[in-house]
């Protein structure tokens, strides 16, 4: 058997958001074969400093896993500085890596899930990313598990081969989109004109993203992600505690009903279905504002409701 991946958690000042994510976790049933690296950020400002330490008290009494080794920020790296180390660092030793953040609540398959997918797939260079969200469609008849352009990042999963091909420099990643005429199709095809004014505000300072670089960067090489039919993760995140969620009252359009069960993953043909994909895009064109006379207006609130994806 090959061994299982490194689990990488990145927490900061939520000790609830972060209980509950590791009591999903330690109900997984490959938990106590598995690896736990837990990435603690530093505080921020003295007012975040109370709740880092309680964190960081609970975090030393986590158990149920093969190891768990704890890794403390003594200064704040911020979000994507904090997951681009820390991911870095452990696909670096290990060659793939789980990844998980503090708001996100799993289902008891989704590290065997995550395995089974890492493994088919570790050797298909066109295969980027490993998606352990999805969701709500409409669309009947859903395969176990499909591939697509667009990279979800509500627990995921990677390599060391794809990682290498991460290119933080946003302006670089908005110049080569813009050559290769990739812009409305980094957009979801303009079914959600929101990704590049996302790149671009990374580029200008505005917002500190990894995931809108990371998507971007596996766009511009052509590389896929694998996404379940159904979701394996739901973000608990939204109730505007977290720096990068924004509140949303009604969640139902973002958050799945977690899976309840699970068969061993097949292997597919590494291709994009078109049929789920177009259900996809029309999902996340659905998330935008319905009456939009001023565009800056809708991008704003666009990026409210989304900025808890391009953490």
């Not at 690896?35 to 530093?42: A, H």
């Not at 990844?99 to 996100?104: A, G, H, M, P």
């Not at 973000?235 to 924004?246: F, K, P, R, S």
């Not at 958050?255 to 049929?275: M, R, S, W």
Request: charged residues 25%; neutral net charge.
């Amino acid at each position: 058997m090959k061994k299982l991946a490194p689990i990488a958690l990145f927490t900061y000042n939520r000790p609830e958001h972060t209980k509950r994510t590791v009591e999903a976790l330690q109900k997984n049933y490959l938990a106590p074969e598995s690896e736990l690296f837990i990435f603690s950020d530093g505080a921020k400002n003295d007012d975040a400093l109370s709740s880092v330490n309680e964190v960081r008290k609970y975090l030393k009494k986590i158990s149920g896993f093969a190891s768990v080794k704890i890794i403390e920020q003594e200064h704040n790296l911020g979000l994507a500085n904090s997951i681009i180390n820390g991911v870095t660092k452990i696909v670096n030793e290990y060659g793939k890596i789980i990844v998980v953040e503090d708001d996100i609540i799993t289902s008891h398959y989704f590290l065997s899930y995550m395995n089974d997918a890492l493994d088919l797939y570790e050797n298909d260079e066109t295969v980027c990313n490993i998606d352990g969200f999805l969701a709500p469609l409409e669309f009947n008849n859903m395969p176990q598990s499909f591939f697509m352009p667009l990279v979800e990042i509500w627990g995921w999963g990677t390599w060391k081969r794809a990682w290498k091909n991460f290119e933080p420099d946003a302006y670089k990643l908005l110049s080569e989109l813009k050559a290769k005429g990739l812009e409305q199709g980094f957009d979801c095809d303009g079914e959600f004109p929101a990704h590049v004014e996302m790149l671009k505000a990374q580029a200008e300072g505005k917002v500190n993203s990894w995931a809108i670089r990371w998507f971007a960067s596996n766009y511009i090489l052509g590389k896929l992600s694998l996404s379940p039919g159904q979701t394996f993760t739901i973000n608990i995140g939204m109730d505007g505690t977290g720096v990068h969620c924004a509140k949303i009252d009604d969640d139902s359009s973002l958050n799945g009903q977690l899976v309840t069960t699970y068969e061993p993953l097949k292997k597919i043909p590494v291709e994009i279905n078109q049929e789920v994909w177009e259900a996809v895009k029309q999902a996340r064109h659905n998330t935008l504002p319905k009456q939009k006379p001023f565009l800056f207006r809708a991008l704003r609130k666009m990026y409210r409701v989304f900025k808890s994806f391009i953490k």
